[in-house]
């Protein structure tokens, strides 16, 4: 019998675009997910994973206390007292013996969608100790993003949103929005955002080894896979010799446009069509449109960053937008701002910050730069396993899978069995958290509260949505910060910034000001554009304003701002710098690429609108119909090995195997074989949906060595890896 049934607004944070949601609670529990007609930009949007979200907030399979692992590797259920009492003494045994050099954090993709996780988990890694390993999913997806803009803006957050709602040429390279709803791009709608452009009389180009679903509906390019950086050099090398970069605006704006002229000049478009597999004309042609249309904006993302020069194709994909004279002006690519008084004067401080952290700061193993405090998780196995100094003895991932995210994850397994102490924050047993010593229960987005403080700079349209948690939590789940904190308390020494932080809630508590990550982030709100500024400013959003009196969210300004590069730039004068020593080197190594013998096919990655990387495979919803883990081939490659529609076959690259089923399609180029990734469930995780679904881990085809990761970002190299198919 239902004695209370209720309908709250709030948002999704599956992924980028945070789509309008609308809750209905009945007895105190969630019991459906309906998009929200009211909410100003999704207007009743929604894709199925989110509202599948019910499966998740009532899995039977969540972990929903806390468990320890048993002598025979199963797991029983503990009280967080003893759970808790057993992680804080043996970490603080471990800190106190070999310093907080021997403890690391994995923090994944969904950490990033919780600002009190995220806050939390980077003052408990910064403050334990200098020397603390930690690991993201970033250096698995946008490390390189944020080093392009580090080199040409002076900080890694500066990041060029394409003005998709006012442009006439949109060029998306190695995205597939259509899909994935966006990335580094927070647009909802954003396929109908996309087609307006085309209905305004613009046109939309895609760039992608695949005729995606995103290609399919605009205008398709193919390209070899990883031939992304030459084909922009040669753009440029066009822009160029045709004298179609208006030299003295840019000047204006940038230093080293003769630099980047003469890095590019040998790049004609004849010289790099063998790697790129697009005919010199079609180059050409791309590059007048560019420079003749009013307005365009080249976006590109995990395509363009996970090759093996990915910084360079980042770099340059901003270098054809800033040469055609399309940053920071409307129709091309903007920057978003937070809008909080004295905003240039802090991104000055932590751009210079983070530049000297990552000239300084080097990975113990393979010496690489940190980037935003981050290390490659590429290198995490290597770090557990290497001794010495800073080898990791404990490791703690949170909201993250790292064995099927991250390459080579059976090496990751082994390493995993040779810590002290294992501990996972996250909703399910997983093929990660399986090897953990304790598994610690959290709440699901919809059991906290939430503003999405991450993407805020990547919106179109600027706009502020704060929600609070539309159920109580189940079980005897808590949210991660708040393990976080218990965590901090119980440390034995207790390093001075956990000391510090304890000293101002009492301080704050004796003034009767809670200090919680909500008494930060109401702080951020209150600050940025449209906030009340605690007071002076009547009117202006709180975080209880925004849930209060706007609960589907408030829009601030129609449009992202143009002509503020100067404020964002960080540089002297507000100067993009395009020259730099590592982009120079980068540029040499590209005639040196060589692909090894007897791996005749490039493999690229496949989202796929019912998975959301390794998490969403438990729901019933969106695994039925024998949806199954499926490669795609193109059929005449396939015929020539007698491979048909449906066989199964072995993939090998020069790092490993997997066998899967195969799809032949035309619609991907030639030589180019399409695996989507987060599968490969095995019996070791608690998820039974998902262990049935199975399907095989691609990340086993992916190299660890530190060789193969890129060497300005530290990222994975996740695109173009060579491989050979055979029948089984
Ligand atoms: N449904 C769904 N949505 C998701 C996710 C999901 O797993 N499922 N994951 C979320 C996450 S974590 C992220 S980071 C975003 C990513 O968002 P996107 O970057 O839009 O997502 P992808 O589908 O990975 O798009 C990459 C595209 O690049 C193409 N590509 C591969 N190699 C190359 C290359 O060398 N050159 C070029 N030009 N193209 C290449 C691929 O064929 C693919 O179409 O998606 C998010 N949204
Ligand atoms: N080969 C290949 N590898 C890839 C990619 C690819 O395209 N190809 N994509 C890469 C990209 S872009 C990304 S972002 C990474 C993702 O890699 P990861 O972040 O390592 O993994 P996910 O699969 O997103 O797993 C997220 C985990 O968080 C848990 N979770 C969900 N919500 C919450 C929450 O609110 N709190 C907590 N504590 N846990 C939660 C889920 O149960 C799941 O176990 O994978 C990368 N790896
Ligand atoms: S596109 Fe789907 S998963 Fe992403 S935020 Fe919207 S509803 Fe959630
Ligand atoms: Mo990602």
């Not at 999704?12 to 007609?37: H, K, Q, S, W, Y």
């Not at 993003?145 to 890694?156: D, F, H, K, N, W």
């Amino acid at each position: 019998m239902v004695d209370s049934i209720e309908y709250r607004p709030t948002f999704c944070r599956i992924c980028e675009p945070l789509c309008g949601m609308i809750a209905t609670v009945e007895n105190g529990r969630l019991t459906a997910l309906r998009p929200d007609r009211e909410h100003p930009l999704s207007t009743g949007f929604a894709c199925q994973k989110g509202i599948a979200f019910t499966e998740v907030q009532n899995d039977p399979d969540r972990v929903t206390v806390p468990l320890r692992k048993t002598g025979d590797g199963g797991f029983e259920e503990v009280s967080w007292e003893e759970a808790m009492t057993d992680i804080a003494a043996r970490l603080s045994g471990i800190v106190r013996r070999e310093g907080s050099g021997a403890v690391g954090w994995y923090f994944g993709n969904p950490g990033a969608f919780s600002y009190s996780h995220l806050m939390w988990a980077g003052i408990f890694i910064k403050g334990l100790g200098r020397h603390t390993h930690f690991f993201t999913a970033a250096s698995q997806d946008v490390s390189n993003r944020m080093v392009a803009s580090q080199l040409l803006y002076g900080v890694p957050t500066a990041l060029p949103i394409p003005d998709v709602l006012r442009t006439e040429l949109l060029v998306v390279i190695g995205a597939n929005p259509v899909v994935s709803h966006g990335s580094v791009l927070t647009l909802p709608r954003i396929k109908d955002r996309i087609s307006d452009v085309v209905k305004r009389g613009g046109r939309v180009v895609v760039i992608d080894p695949r005729k995606t679903e995103t290609a399919s509906a605009f205008e398709w390019l193919g390209i070899r896979p990883d031939g992304d950086a030459y084909l922009l050099l040669s753009v440029l090398q066009v822009l160029f010799d045709e004298g179609l970069v208006a030299c003295d605006a840019i000047r204006r704006q940038a230093d080293g446009l003769e630099w980047l002229k003469h890095r590019c000049a040998s790049f004609t478009p004849e010289a790099t069509s063998a790697r790129t597999g697009v005919e010199p004309e079609v180059v050409r042609a791309l590059a007048r449109d560019l420079a003749r249309a009013s307005s365009a904006a080249v976006y590109g993302r995990f395509g363009t960053s996970t090759g093996q020069s990915g910084t360079l194709t980042t770099y340059l994909i901003d270098a054809v937008n800033i040469v055609t004279g399309n940053l920071d002006s409307a129709g091309g690519t903007l920057f978003g701002d937070l809008g909080i008084p004295g905003q240039r004067w802090s991104m000055k401080l932590t751009g210079a910050y983070l530049r000297r952290a990552y000239r300084t700061k080097r990975s113990r193993v393979g010496g690489f730069p940190r980037v935003i405090g981050a290390e490659p998780a590429t290198l995490m196995a290597k770090e557990i396993t290497t001794p010495g100094r800073r080898q990791i003895r404990a490791l703690f991932v949170s909201a993250g899978n790292p064995v099927l995210s991250v390459p080579n994850g059976d090496e990751l397994e082994s390493a995993a069995e040779e810590l002290e102490l294992m501990v996972g924050l996250d909703l399910y047993v997983t093929e990660t958290t399986a090897h953990c010593d304790y598994i610690l229960p959290v709440t699901t987005m919809y059991e906290r509260d939430d503003f999405p403080v991450t993407f805020q700079t990547q919106q179109t349209t600027p706009f502020r949505q704060a929600t609070e948690a539309v159920v109580d939590p189940v079980g005897d789940v808590r949210q991660e910060w708040e393990i976080i904190d218990d965590l901090m308390q119980r440390m034995v020494p207790r390093p001075p910034v956990f000391t510090v932080l304890s000293g101002v809630r009492k301080l704050l508590g004796w003034c009767g000001v809670e200090f919680t990550p909500r008494t930060l982030i109401d702080g951020i709100i209150r600050m940025s554009s449209g906030g009340d500024r605690f007071g002076m400013r009547r009117g202006g959003l709180t975080f209880r304003r925004l849930t209060a009196d706007y609960p589907h969210g408030k829009v601030l300004e129609q449009f992202l701002p143009s002509g503020i590069a100067k404020t964002v730039v960080v540089y002297r004068g507000g100067r993009v710098h395009l020259q730099h020593e590592s982009i120079a080197t980068e540029i040499q190594k590209l005639s040196k690429r060589t692909a090894p013998e007897g791996f005749p096919l490039l493999m690229i990655g496949r989202r796929e609108p019912r998975s959301e990387n390794s998490w969403m495979h438990n729901s019933e919803l969106l695994t039925r119909g024998e949806r199954g883990h499926q490669a795609l081939m193109n059929i005449r490659d396939a015929a020539a090995l007698d491979i048909f529609d449906g066989d199964r076959i072995g993939v090998t690259s020069p790092y490993g195997t997997i066998e899967i089923a195969v799809s032949t399609t035309e619609d991907i180029m030639a030589g180019v074989i399409a695996i989507p990734h987060g599968w490969g469930h095995r019996g070791t995780g608690g998820w039974q949906v998902a262990n049935r679904a199975g399907g095989a881990n691609v990340n086993r085809l992916t190299s660890s060595s530190p060789e193969d990761i890129e060497a300005i970002s530290g990222m994975a190299w996740l695109t173009g890896v060579p491989v050979r198919v055979e029948l089984l």
